[in-house]
């Protein structure tokens, strides 16, 4: 099964809605925190918490965007290389061709090079980039204690990572189970000389995109929020 089947079949299921940007989200074969917690800087990253951002990396396939197909591939997150393999349409023309407003989005370079990949940011940088969705360059090396723009560190003028990244998702995760991530990708993963070209985005940074009506709210309410129950 080559990766683009199988975003191809994610896609399918997945088409988001945006205000604007209502559309499937396309992989495009020429269209087709707390630091005190779990944070490593300064130390040395334990074997067991590599050993859980490896299995964190695999089984929340960021792979299939991130490039590689096992641990054993040389392209093993080493991001966007061709327009086949993770480039993305974002917006109306991923389901018809020339719809506008239309951006390709390339998913970055996630190995510990200097230069091309995440070996010149800290992990909570990374931290920072999984929990709130900021653009590891764009995000300064500090705790962010809220996800407001202006409070507690947050940026006030947030530029966010771009779709089809799920870190909406990935908010959800722990702080040990994030900073694991990160001291797996800075500390484990072979460095890859990758130069991914930017993302194409509104000028917004999809400040307007991800709203809590969009992706909800952070931190989430407890449980049962209103869609959930407690099994009697
Ligand atoms: C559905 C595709 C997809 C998946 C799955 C995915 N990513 Fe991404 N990711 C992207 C894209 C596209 C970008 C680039 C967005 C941009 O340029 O703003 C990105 C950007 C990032 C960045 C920011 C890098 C930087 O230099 O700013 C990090 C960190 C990251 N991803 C980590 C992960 C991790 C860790 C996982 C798995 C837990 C993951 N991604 C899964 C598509 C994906």
Redesign the pocket.
């Known amino acids: 099964m080559t990766r683009t089947f199988h975003?191809a079949r994610?896609c399918f299921g997945t088409v988001i809605s945006m205000g604007s940007l209502a559309g499937c989200?396309q992989q495009s074969p020429a269209i087709a925190g707390r630091a005190n917690f779990a944070s490593t800087q300064g130390t040395q990253a334990s074997a067991d918490q590599i050993l859980l951002g490896r299995a964190?990396?695999l089984n929340?396939?960021?792979a299939?965007?991130?490039g590689g197909a096992s641990p054993q591939s040389v392209d093993w997150l080493a991001g966007r290389k061709t327009p086949a393999q993770?480039e993305?349409l974002i917006g109306p023309c991923a389901l018809t061709p020339g719809a506008t407003p239309c951006f390709r989005?390339?998913?970055?370079n996630?190995t510990p090079d200097n230069a091309t990949g995440?070996g010149r940011?800290s992990e909570r940088q990374?931290f920072n980039?999984?929990r709130y969705g900021l653009?590891?360059?764009d995000t300064p090396d500090v705790d962010i204690t809220s996800g407001t723009p202006g409070v507690g560190n947050f940026p006030t003028h947030p530029r966010?990572?771009?779709?089809?990244?799920?870190?909406p998702g990935?908010r959800y995760m722990s702080d040990k189970e994030l900073y694991s991530?990160a001291a797996y990708?800075k500390h484990a993963v072979k460095p890859a000389i990758n130069k991914v070209p930017?993302?194409e985005?509104p000028p917004d940074f999809w400040a307007s995109v991800y709203t809590v009506d969009n992706i909800g709210p952070y931190p989430p309410p407890a449980f049962p929020a209103a869609s959930e129950r407690i099994p009697q």
């Open positions: 975003f994610r989200v964190l990396v929340h396939d960021c299939g965007c991130h993770g993305f989005t390339m998913a970055r996630l995440l940011f990374i980039a999984l653009r590891v360059e966010y990572i771009a779709p089809p990244m799920p870190w990935w991530i990708l930017d993302s985005g």
